[in-house]
């Protein structure tokens, strides 16, 4: 088996991000391998019925990528990951994060999973949806509340 020289870690900004982040810290170290980060910013979809896109939907996506992007810089500054191994996008997150694995020919995508059950679970899970769709390895690091 060939070890992984590049991994994606796909980063949400919730309270776990730390313990998932050490994770792939802890693989990256190991595995002397590259390491990037991603966030993907999904926008609520407004339906105003043929109107044009308000400038205030505008502003606000435009904000919410600027704000993810500086928390993102902070994470990397935080944990010594450089401003190119960062990659703010937005879209659908499944989707976002599936084209940029392939896109950047990553070999190792790493993301928090809660382990949801019942009802959760058989609506799907990002990334349950990464899991099944990833052109690579995915490990879901198990996130406990």
């Known amino acids: 088996m060939q070890a992984y020289s590049h991994i994606l870690l796909a980063v949400d900004f ?6 998932v982040f050490e994770r792939a810290l802890t693989m990256r170290k190991a595995l002397n391998a590259r390491l990037s980060l991603v966030h993907i910013v999904e926008f609520v979809q407004f339906d105003f019925s043929s109107e044009l896109t308000m400038p205030q ?4 996506d435009q904000e919410l990528l600027e704000l993810a ?3 993102l810089q902070q994470l990397g500054e935080k944990y010594g990951i450089a401003d190119s191994e960062r990659i703010v996008s ?4 499944k989707r976002e994060i599936l084209r940029i694995a392939e896109e950047q020919k990553v070999d190792l995508i790493v993301i928090g999973s809660h382990g949801r059950e019942g009802i959760q ?3 799907g899970s990002t990334a349950n949806a990464i899991l099944h769709g990833a ?3 995915v490990l879901a690091v198990r996130i406990r509340n």
């Open 90 to 93: 937005q879209g659908n997150t």
């Open 135 to 137: 052109p690579c390895d």
């Open 69 to 71: 992007d500086k928390r």
């Open 14 to 19: 919730s309270n776990n991000t730390d313990a």
């Open 121 to 123: 679970l058989l609506l």
């Open 57 to 60: 939907e505008l502003e606000l």
